[in-house]
């Protein structure tokens, strides 16, 4: 168990709808992660949040939006979904500021399925 | 950037040394090697990392060659647990993020 949790761990939506997931970061890590993991992708990073502000962006559509809240813990808003958005999407958490240096804590992930 | 180069699958029997290659040849000299690993759909799992010199934890060894073109995870005594698929990372410039690549599936067979 690394002490990140996602919420819901399955999601089941149809296209065109809009979802929100949610990740709870280790105690004291302001750091979070997102990443998608889809077949034929693979592990994509999406976008970092460091204490509230916006880190460093991926390959995140504009579709997707995110962010931290004060007491740290972030969501991901996936909208106008597409049957390509189906995916594993994790997240995770560091200490300090966020650097690859710091070790990055994954959560259980969130399988979305788009029908 | 640079980029990292590891076989697609390995086999290793169980209580053996697993030896994982990673090249890493456009690594430039203050960029760290990281591995990760996942098991089976779940969150990827951190191993270890390192600069040029060797290191060493309760999981695993990295060995990293002198030219710093390439390295190698070692697990020592490979369980059945160990099967995964191991990701070899190299950060670059200043960047915050960490890219996977396809990284190698080890199984690990009794």
């Known amino acids: 168990d690394s002490g990140v949790t996602q919420t819901p761990k399955h999601l089941i939506t149809a296209t065109g709808q809009r979802v929100t997931l949610r990740c709870s970061p280790r105690s004291g890590d302001l750091s979070v992660y997102w990443y998608q993991q889809s077949l034929d992708q693979g592990l994509q990073f999406l976008i970092q949040y460091y204490n509230g502000e916006e880190r460093a962006k991926g390959n995140i559509l504009e579709r997707f939006s995110a962010q931290q809240f004060p007491d740290l813990h972030s969501e991901l808003n996936l909208s106008s979904l597409e049957l390509g958005d189906s995916a594993l999407y994790f997240c995770a958490s560091s200490a300090g500021t966020g650097t690859p240096r710091d070790t990055q804590y994954f959560g259980p992930g969130t399988r979305l399925t788009v029908l | 950037d640079a980029k990292t180069t590891q076989p697609p699958s390995m086999d290793c029997a169980e209580g053996r040394a697993a030896n994982l290659p990673c090249n890493h040849s456009t690594i430039s000299g203050n960029e760290y090697v990281y591995w990760y690993r996942q098991i089976h759909s779940q969150g990827p799992q951190y191993i270890i990392h390192?600069?040029?010199n060797n290191e060493t934890n309760e999981m695993a060894s990295l060995i990293i060659t002198e030219d710093r073109k390439s390295s190698t995870l070692i697990l020592p005594h490979a369980t059945l647990r160990d099967t995964a698929v191991y990701y070899c990372i190299v950060e670059w410039g200043s960047n915050y993020k960490l890219t996977f690549g396809k990284g190698t599936l080890l199984t690990v067979n009794p």
């Open positions: 390192g600069l040029k």
